[in-house]
C-alpha cells in the first residue's frame, strides 16, 4: 500500500527554527510536494523536491533524500503567522498525489 | 483573476437528499481535481479529469459522480447523501499532472450530512 507519515503536531517558539519530517512509501515516485493549510482555509503550495537534496526558498527549505523515502521541511525564524498545518505529497507512478495527514504546527511567543 | 472558485460554502444536507458542488478556474487549467478531507486523514482524491469532456476516478469514488462539460467547471454530485459523506471538500486545478506543476486549491465546502 502507500503511505505517507509526518507527525500530527508540533510546537515551537517564535523566532526559532523548525524541522517537520515526512517518510513515505509509494508506488512510484514523480516528486514530492509541501503545502500549508492554515485553519479552515485551502491548502497552498510551498515547494517540490524531485531530486535529492536541498531547495531553499526565503525561510523555508525543503530535503530529499529518494533511496531513504525521506523528506522535511525546515522553517526558519518562525513567526506567528506560520501557525498552520504543514502536508506532504507524494505524486506516484499515476501522476496522481498522496497526502499525509499533515502535521499541526503551534508556534509560541 | 479569481483562482479557483467553489459554490456552495456550506450546506446541510438529510441522508438521501442530492446536491451539486460546483468548482470555477480561470486559469485555463487543463487538469481539475475533487478531494475530501476529513480530520486525521490527508487529502483523498474522489475524482478528477484531465480535460474537457474527461473524467477519471480517483481513490475513493463510491457514492459521488462528477462532469467536466466546459474547460472551467468541474460539477461534484452526490445522488443520495449518507452522513459518511460528511467532509470537506476541496476543488483543485492544475496545468499539468506532473513535474513541478502545482495543484491550485478552491477555499473549500463545508458538507454536514444529517
Known amino acids: 500500500g502507500q503511505n505517507i507519515d509526518q507527525p500530527t503536531e508540533m510546537t515551537a517558539t517564535e523566532g526559532a527554527i523548525v524541522q517537520i519530517n515526512c517518510t513515505y512509501q509509494t508506488s512510484g515516485f514523480n516528486g514530492l510536494f509541501w503545502y500549508q493549510q492554515h485553519a479552515g482555509e485551502a491548502p497552498t503550495f510551498l515547494s517540490y523536491n524531485v531530486l535529492d537534496g536541498l531547495e531553499e526558498k526565503g525561510r523555508f527549505s525543503s530535503f530529499l533524500s529518494r533511496s531513504k523515502g525521506y523528506s522535511y521541511l525546515l522553517l526558519k525564524e518562525l513567526q506567528m503567522k506560520d501557525s498552520a498545518s504543514y502536508l506532504c505529497?507524494?505524486?506516484?507512478?499515476?501522476?496522481?498525489?498522496?497526502w499525509g495527514a499533515g502535521t499541526k504546527l503551534i508556534i509560541k511567543p | 483573476n479569481a483562482g479557483v472558485t467553489q459554490t456552495p460554502k456550506f450546506r446541510v444536507l438529510k441522508t438521501g437528499q442530492s446536491m451539486t458542488l460546483l468548482c470555477a478556474q480561470d486559469?485555463?487549467?487543463?487538469?481539475m481535481y475533487w478531494y475530501r478531507q476529513d480530520p486525521g486523514m490527508g487529502l483523498r482524491l474522489i475524482h478528477y479529469?484531465?480535460?474537457?469532456?474527461?473524467?477519471a476516478k480517483g481513490e475513493v469514488p463510491d457514492g459521488y459522480n462528477v462532469s467536466r462539460l466546459k474547460k472551467q467547471n468541474f460539477l461534484l454530485g452526490l445522488e443520495s447523501a449518507a452522513p459518511s459523506q460528511t467532509s470537506v471538500y476541496f476543488c483543485a486545478s492544475s496545468s499539468a499532472a506532473g513535474g513541478a506543476d502545482e495543484q491550485f486549491f478552491g477555499p473549500g465546502t463545508r458538507l454536514t450530512v444529517l
Open positions: 479529469s484531465v480535460g474537457e469532456g474527461t473524467t
Open positions: 505529497a507524494v505524486m506516484d507512478s499515476n501522476y496522481q498525489l498522496i
Open positions: 486559469m485555463n487549467h487543463e487538469y
